[in-house]
C-alpha cells in the first residue's frame, strides 16, 4: 500500500516534469506494411478514406435499429466505430436502464395490458425534422412486435418514453415523422380488429383492419402527447412502409401494403401457405392520407373512440377528401418521397421495378376526381396510369430507396441481387450497381430521407454476412457495409460486424448537429427532464427511518459514497436510496449497486436517481461504485446492515485499533507537501500558457481547484487531531487530504497534456 502510493507519486512527479520513456517508432515502410499484410493499392485507398486517426472525430453519426436487441446502435462515419449503445426497448444494465426507478417508468410506459416486455423488435429510427431537414433534437423508434414507438432526447442521448399503440396488434410502418415533426407516424401491419377483441377468421374482411397512427408530438416537452393523436382506420391489406410527404406533399402520408388479397393463411389445413395467399395478384395498394384533414376531423368530433384513442372510421375519411388508394406493383415493401417531395418511390419486392408516382400527377386525378373504381371499402382508386410518372428497371428484389445530395440520384437495395442501384429518378435510368455482401435490406445515405440529403457515404444494412467475418458459431455477426458514393461509380470501403441482430433500418446526421450536454443541472431526473425529489447537495446527505421505510439521501463524488454505512435496516424493511452525483466534471460517471438485489445506477455529472428494494434477508451487503472513476474507485464502498428480527446490541469488540502514530502522520503530512509542490508546478505552468482559450483545460481547471478546496475542511479537522495528539486520526485526515491532492494533480496533468499537444502559447 504505502510502496504503491509511492510510486504513484513519483509517476505523478515525472510526468509533471515532462519526463517520459523514449519512444521508438516502427521502422516499417507503407511498402511493408502492405506487402506484409497483402493489402492493394485500392484497400489502402479505402483504408484512407476511413480511418479517423486518434483524437479525430467522425462527419456524421448514425443512429442504427438494434433489431431484436431492442435498442438503438450509435455509430459514427466513415470510421464505422461504435460510440453507444441506447437502451430503448430493453434493459441496458450500464446505463442503469430498466434497473432504476425512473428508467422502469419510462419502460413501463411501454407494457401491454398490465405485462412487463423487455424486449422489442426495432425496426425504424426517425430523426426530428423542422422543415423536412433533421434538426438534431430527437430520435424515435418503432418496436413491430408489440407496437410501440420510443422518443430518445439527442441532448443525452437516453430514452424519455415509450407508447403502447392502444388499436394496433403489431405494426411496422413506424417510426416516420412529418416535416416539422408535428406527428411521428405509425402504420399497422397484421390486421386485427381495432378493439382487441376475439374475432374469428371468418370475419376477416369485415372485422380485422390494419390503420394509420399519428402521435401528436410535443417538441417543446418533448414528449409524444397520447390525448392529441389520433389513427386513421384502413382495411385490412398489410399496411408497411410509411413516408411523410413534403415541399409540395406536405400534409399528406404514405403507406404501401402487401396483402391486399386479405388472405388468411391456413397450411396446416391443406390451404395454400399466407406466402402464396399473400402474393396472388399483381399490384396492391399504395394508401395515401391527409393528416391535416384528418386533424380537422378530429377536431369536429368525427372520430370514433377505441380504447381511449381517436380513430377516424373509413367512411368519414373517404367523404372527407382524406383517403386515397394507388395500385402498386407487386408486394411491394419500401416507399420513399424524394427530398423535393415532388415524387413517390416505391419497390416492388417481387418486380424488378421502382415505380416512380408523380405527386402533381396524383393531385391532378384526385382534383378531377378522376378514379378507376373503389375497393371494397369504397375507397376510390386512383389510376396507376394517371399517377405514374416512370418505371426503371433495377433488379431483383428492389426493397428500400435512399437519395443523393446530387438532383434526382437515388439509390435503392436489391435484395434478391445482392446489390445497389444508383438509378436516375429524373432521366428513369440505371447509372451504377455494387455488389453487397449479402442480401441488403435497407441501405442509408447521408441524411438520405430528408428534405437535403448530404451525399458523401452510403450504408448498406445486409441481411446475411455468410463468409464475411471470423466465425463465431452457427449465429453470424450483422453485416453494415459503407460505400463511397462521392463519384460516379461506387466503390466499398468498409464491413463492419455488429453483433446486435438484427438491424434494419438505420438514419444518419452530420454530427456538427448534435449538441449534447456533458452534465445535468444538480439534482436532476433525466427521464422527467425534472429537478429529482431525492437530490441533495453535499453536506446534506441523510437517512430516514420511519416505521418500516429506509430512505437515503446520499450523493457521489470522487472516491466516496455518502452515506458509507446504512445499519438502521431490518429484515422487510422497503429501501430507497436516492443517488447524486455532485461532480461537475466531463465523463465522471459514477454507478451504484448494493450486490443481489438486481438494481444498478449509471450516475452522470449532476444526476438524481432512485434505487428502490426490499432487504428482504438479513446479512451485510457491502455495495460500491461501479464505475472505475478514479484512483481510490475500488476505495467508493459501504456496507448495507440487514439486522434479523429481535436482535438487540450486546458487547462488541472494537471493529479497529489504533495503529497509527506520530511518525506515521508526520510522514503522511510531508507526502502532502511534496505533492502540493508538484501540483504547485503544474498549477504555474497552466497559469504560465493562454489556457483560458481551451474551454476543455478551463473545465478540468474548475474541477481540479474544486477538488482542492475540499482539503481546506479537511485541514481543519487534521490540525484538531493533531492538537489533541490522536495521531490515528490525524494520520487518516492527512491521508484524505491527500487523495484530494492526488484527484486535483491528475486534473492538472490532463489539462497540461492537453495544453501540450495543442501547443499552448506562453502569456505574460
Ligand atoms: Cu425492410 Cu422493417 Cu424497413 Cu427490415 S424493414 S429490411
Ligand atoms: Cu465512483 Cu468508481
Redesign the pocket.
Known sequence: MKRATLHALSLLVASALGLSAGLSWSADSLQDVMKKRGLSQQDLLAAAKTYVPTGKRDEFLAFSSGGHSGQVIVYGIPSMRILKYIGVFTPEPWQGYGYDEESKAVLKGGWINGKELTWGDS??PALSETKGNYDGQFLFIND?ANPRIAVIDLRDFETKQIIANPVFMSE?GGAFVTSNTEYVIEASQYAAPLDKKFVPLEEFNDKYRGGMSFWKFDRKKGRIDMGKSFSFELPPYSQD?SDAGKGPSDGWAFTNSFCSERYVGGIERGRPPFEAGCSAKDTDYMHVLNWKIGEKLVAQGKAKTINGHKVIPMNVAITAGALFLIPEPKSP??VDVTPDGKFIVVSGKLDTHVSVYGWDKIQAAIKARRFEGKDAYGIPILGMRDTLYTQVQVGLGP??TQFDSEKCVAYTSLYVDSQVAKWDYCKGKVLDKISIHYNI??LMTMEGDSASPKGHYLVALNKLAIDRFNPVGPLHPQNHQLIDIGNDKMQLIYDMPIGLGEP??AVAIAADKLKPGIRYKLGTNSRTDSKHPGAVRGGEEKTVKKGKKVTVYGTLIRSHITPEIIDNVNVGDEVTIYLTNLERAQDETHGFTVGGFNIHASVEPGKTVTLKFKADREGVFPYYCTEFCSALHLEMQGYMLVKPKGWKAGKMAKAEAKVYTKADYEKQHKTNLDTQAVIDSVVAYITSVNYKDFPDVVALVDDAFDQLSKTKDVKIKMDAAVKAQDWQNATLWAGQWWQYQVKAADIGLRAKTYLEQHHAKKVK
Open positions: 425496426h425504424h413491430k411496422h412502409l415493401h419500401g426493397l428500400h435490406g435497407h434494419h433500418y
